[in-house]
């Protein structure tokens, strides 16, 4: 069928430029609960994703060419309509005006990069059964602990790009993915740990340690409490991590500068490093072996590549693909690949060492901890943690953490320590500052 | 049986009813269910302009029951001889693999054969493109004039219609849902600081509908602009009085997770042990409804073939009842409310809320903020979060403005976080106004995933809580 997707759009002779993507993709899908399997599902789908840009001179007053564009997408049961789709299409690409540009163009080959467990690929529902009881028998060792719920994702895909443009790529990947719950027991109520997980490959999640992690958080909150209300300095790790930098992502966005949501310019300080503090460098990469981010070419045909997009807390490069490229004058990047952060160069040790008779919080889980990517202002309810005081330590939950990614990152401190988290790798535990707690 | 190799969606009831007969002589229970999604959708912002189609989301589900476990094939290729030989394999690995435990029975319900449809007096379909588009220009242009602070303002207007059809031995359902979204949103900046804000709705019903955002624009920048020179909030323990929009956010995310049953099942929720207790202060009433006319969370049906009612959760502050899923309400025997709801075709049903909202009081919302010596006024609220075991509650939100001897200041902070054990908050409610506003705008997500349409509303409340 692609083929005659393919064919149609190549003998439209009004279209600019076209691009369509076929989506093969497989599905297994289990879920469990207490003593009990709840469910396992198989689901198989087929999509063909396809966009056409129609360059036209503008309508008066405005002046030179701009570019009419639309998306739709066909499943199986459509593609008998392809032709009133595509007129369709043609009809809405007619009233649209964006500033001109044309399909991704490629020098070169396009880069390798492994994304498939083969595992999977060949039999995902053994795998995810062996997940689901590894994580029962394993919760079920530790004491105070009892296994609540887990669901157990095993997908794999096959995407074929094709453009106007003589661009082809196959693409195959994996995805393991999923959630686990642990409850533990304390003397007058249970806490629940929340985990979830993302991987391309099932070898990359270690589920008895998983679970043995999970039950001695577990039981450190049973015995938790909230936190002091005031200005303390924290330590972020865990799952955080992914979102921690969201702001700084956003701000070099190119689409974002485009859509004018960002106010910076290249060159220009995102944060201003403070004396002592760990300086600021990260690079978007989609290179990386086997990780959930990387990718052969995005959704516009760019290909993967690596780039540095901020040295030393100033920016130098926006990520973008081919369209936000060709707009800001720049070479393409590819969307966001995984965010691969510079390590800094204290010991983990070090970082939770309280200072100045104050306490430390160290947190680690929040119910939902993402920077507002705008004002990179952020707020987040406790769901663990820990006060560490020259008293000792004593587990928290509840109260929330507030701050400025801006402020917080000028004056943060990086381990040396890293760890790679679904599209973010780097320093595993970063220290802010006085942050504002909200607690007892 | 039909055999035809491509199916159309409108064969489909006959096929799966074919199906399911076919699948009940090997399990104790079949169902099925398909649906069908199209719409478009229209963004015209300062830089750019798009018209998208939904992606046509068409497919299927075959869900068979072991006695102990259920076991479901999906797919969008609608090849009657390749769906025919996956759920007739699948039935045969199913009661293969069934355990020793007792047999579970599913109640497929009374016998219904039954259409229904939104309510529309002018189709959503059958209004040109351009119109919607013209719509879309004039909500953005308001947005872009109102200030020289705006720097990149949007207006979107889109709509969906969803087709479903649910299958079991004793029912055949078809629902026909429209909805109209509306949402604006402003980017403002000073040079210094950039802020955003948001204003929109979603409503159940044909194109009349059309208007929820106009005339709001310059309130929307003012208020944009009024954050741009907003501080951080004190922490600590305020008197608050909650706009409806928050009050919505607090019915999901407080008692709306809470009481899904599905997590009692896994001893997720604290609300199966405090079933029949006071948990809010006796002038709280939560319902969920998904019989409300209009409303974005409205339905006819379930995913699971469960005929919508409106269901009262919280009755003068006791818990009454949960929201159920199929699986959930066999194991535990209760009975069964209609928010057994899925993603779409490629997910499996959960307990989900529809349109979750506190009843009204008696007074105005002037009362309640004359009433406040020393407060908050919340406006705004951008997200929540659930933790149904430990029952504690985030929501955080753009608007926090001081009250004090029962008078709005001018003296607004933002972002604000509220946290808190849910009992704490409820049974701190004290007044209720009768403004009743119901919020379409959001979807809900069940942890991190599993995104559906829902709304969420109340009327303005007071009571206390932690905020930062």
Known sequence: ???????????????????????????????????????????????????????????????????????????????GRLEKELDQAMASAALIENEAYAMTEVAGQVPQVPLSDLNLLKDPETILRQGAEILRQASASEAQARFSAAEFFADSSKSRYFNSQGVQVLQESTLFSGEFVLLAKGKQAESEVFKAFKRRRAEDIDFAALARESAEHGRRLTLAGLPKTGSYDVVFSGEALENFFSWISSSASAASKYNRMTRFELGQELVTTLPGASPLTLWHNALLPYAVGSYRVDTSGTPGGRRLLVENGRLKCRWANSRYAQYLGQAPTGDLGNLVVEAGKFEVADLLKPEGGRPLYHLHDFSYFEPNPITGEFSAEIRSGEEISAEGTRPIKGGSVSGSSSLALGSALFSKDTAQRERYLGPTFIRCPRLTLAGS | MKETKGLGFGDLRDFLGGMVKELEKKVPYASAFAARKEGVRVVVSSAQMNITPEAPATGLDLTLWNGEQFFEYACNRLDATAIRAEALALADKAMKMRGKSPAVDIDPGEKLEKDFATPAKKALHAVPLKEKQAYAKSLQQALAGASPQVQNAMAVVGDMHTEEIFVNRAKNLRQQLSRLDEIMQVFVS?????????????????????????????????????????????????????????????????????????????????????????????????????????????????????????????????????M?????????????????????????????????????????????????????????????????????????????????????????????????????????????????????????????????????????????????
């Open chain 1, 1 to 79: 069928m692609l083929e005659k997707i393919v064919s149609t759009l190549e003998s439209e002779d009004s279209l600019s430029g076209w691009q369509v993507r076929e989506i093969d993709k497989r599905s297994s899908q289990l879920y469990v609960g207490l003593d009990r399997v709840e469910s396992f599902r198989r689901v198989d789908s087929l999509a063909y994703e396809i966009e056409i840009l129609v360059n036209r001179r503008a309508a008066a007053p405005k002046k030179g060419m701009v570019t009419g564009s639309a998306r739709f997408t066909l499943d199986p049961s459509a593609l």
């Open chain 2, 190 to 322: 000073d040079g210094k600081k950039t802020q955003q804000l948001w204003e929109g709705n979603s409503l159940a019903g044909g194109y009349e509908l059309q208007g929820f955002c106009k005339g709001k624009a310059g309130a929307l920048v003012a208020d944009a602009r009024r954050l741009l020179s907003a501080g951080r909030l004190e922490p600590g323990f305020y008197d608050i009085v909650a706009d409806p929009h928050w009050s919505g956010i607090i019915a999901h995310e407080a008692f709306g997770h809470g009481t899904e049953t599905d997590m009692y099942l896994k001893d997720r929720a604290k609300g199966k042990e405090y079933m029949g207790r006071q948990v809010a202060s006796a002038i709280t009433d939560l319902y969920d409804d998904p019989t409300l006319p209009g409303e974005a969370g409205s339905f006819f049906f379930d995913h699971e073939g469960q005929l919508a009612r409106p269901n009262r959760i919280l009755e003068k502050g006791i818990l009454k009842s949960g």
């Open chain 2, 324 to 468: 159920t899923d199929l699986y959930s309400a066999s194991l535990l025997k209760y009975e069964r409310s209609a928010n057994g709801r899925r993603e779409s075709w490629e997910r499996k049903p959960y307990a989900r809320m529809t349109n979750t909202f506190f009843a009204p009081g008696k007074s105005s919302p002037e009362e309640l903020i004359a009433s406040v010596e020393e407060g908050i006024y919340l406006r705004y609220p951008s997200n929540g979060m659930e933790d149904p075991q430990g029952w504690g509650i985030q929501c955080e939100g753009l608007w926090a403005q001081r009250i004090r001897n029962g008078k709005l200041l001018d003296e607004v902070y933002s972002p604000v976080i509220m946290t808190g054990f849910v009992p704490d908050i409820l049974q701190s409610i004290s007044m209720a106004a009768g403004d009743l506003t119901i919020s379409g705008s959001g979807y809900c997500g069940k942890g991190h995933k599993e995104w559906v349409k829902n709304t969420t509303g109340g009327p303005h409340l007071k009571f206390k809580a932690r905020l930062a």
